[in-house]
T-cell receptor, first 115, second 114 residues
């Protein structure tokens, strides 16, 4: 079964619009970690954020914010006032303390910001 | 600071030819190392990971193999490439810490099989 689901395959928004990327995860571990990565057209994956299962506090970093809700097993990512440079594929990932060597990546959401 | 180097950046190979992709990490010791493949427009597929020299775990049965001859060197190989081996190959490393530490990725190798 897929441990991380990113149901949105592709999203297009017009510049300056807000956009939310969804991520739903599945785990039986009580200790786990959630991550978001950005893959720009150049190809490299850039680490954006990590949350641990014991910290549900939402986080804001500039135009980026993350909403972690254990009740719905979701870790959604919102970009406020989107810019063309935000165009990329975004991956959500899960790692579990009991199997810490592996990351489970979602299939990614391709975001296109139209100028 | 830690850096990860992956080469070559681009490779075009004929079907049936061998393959060797190399990845090295600097600035850290005893890292976890990973090879992923990303088909065009698709997600990441974990191919191999290693928690130490000579220790390789394979996630997907295929004609690829991996080796870790040194602590910070991870090599992806094939004796005979197939058309289906085309894709974007990414190497990654992480600190060994029960999943807490993020994985850090190299710039990738775009492999085209003709």
């Amino acid at each position: 079964a897929q441990k991380v689901t990113q149901a949105q395959t592709e999203i297009s928004v017009v510049e300056k619009e807000d956009v939310t990327l969804d991520c739903v995860y599945e785990t039986r571990d009580t200790t786990y970690y959630l991550f978001w990565y950005k893959q720009p057209p150049s190809g490299e994956l850039v680490f954006l954020i990590r949350r641990n299962s014991f910290d549900e506090q939402n986080e804001i970093s500039g135009r980026y914010s993350w909403n972690f809700q254990k009740s719905t097993s979701s870790f959604n990512f919102t970009i406020t006032a989107s810019q063309v440079v935000d165009s990329a594929v975004y991956f959500c990932a899960l790692s579990e303390a009991n199997t810490g060597n592996q990351f489970y990546f979602g299939t990614g959401t391709s975001l296109t910001v139209i100028p | 600071s830690q850096t990860i180097h992956q080469w070559p950046a681009t490779l075009v190979q004929p079907v049936g030819s061998p393959l060797s992709l190399e990845c090295t990490v600097e600035g850290t010791s005893n890292p976890n190392l990973y090879w992923y493949r990303q088909a065009a427009g698709r997600g990441l597929q974990l191919l191999f990971y290693s928690v130490g020299i000579g220790q390789i775990s394979s996630e997907v049965p295929q004609n690829l193999s991996a080796s870790r001859p040194q602590d910070r060197q991870f090599i992806l190989s094939s004796k005979k490439l197939l058309l289906s081996d085309s894709g974007f190959y990414l190497c990654a490393w992480s600190v060994m810490d029960r999943g807490y530490q993020p994985q850090h990725f190299g710039d990738g190798t775009r492999l085209s099989i003709l």
